[in-house]
């Protein structure tokens, strides 16, 4: 990947619905090889897609708690079950693996703290191998996800 390539990716983390031709004068190619560009980085999996960023409230969404969840059984069938059953709800937008304790953490999103509630006790406490649901409400968001960083000035 050179200069050029990670020109790119900053441009498009920044507006995913910059018009080729934009894109192309902001990184200094013509369109057809800044097009080329494109693709290639979206077939190697560099690019894994395009999405707009939604306003949680404005979608019913409003409330982002961050859950914490420590396995009591942690063999491979349990813990396959676990994340296949996690990978599945609509309510969990973000899940991740830990070293350690607690095991995962994930990202919720429901309409409020009654619809979390509903949440936890009908859906997440079901789940398989589960020892401990701790909640962490956060206050504001200091930062939203910004993307990845790229550093467009790099060398490859």
Known sequence: ??????????????????????LADRVGLTPSPCLRR????????????????????????????FVTVVMR?????TVS????????????????RLFGDPDYLLRIA?????????????????LPGIAQVHSHLTMKQVKADAGIPVDPSARA
Not at 82 to 95: I, W
Request: without cysteine.
């Open 38 to 65: 494109v693709r290639h980085l979206e077939q190697r999996g560099v690019i894994r897609d395009y999405r707009a960023r939604l306003d949680p409230a404005a979608v019913g969404r409003g409330f982002q708690p």
């Open 73 to 77: 059984h942690e063999d491979r069938a």
């Open 1 to 22: 990947m050179d200069r050029i390539d990670r020109r790119i990716l900053h441009e498009l983390q920044q507006d995913g619905r910059i018009s080729n031709a934009d």
């Open 110 to 126: 429901v309409a409020d703290l009654a619809a979390y509630e509903r949440f936890v006790t009908d859906v997440l406490s079901g």
């Open 81 to 96: 079950e676990f994340e296949r059953r996690v990978a599945e709800l609509p309510e969990v937008v973000e899940a991740h």
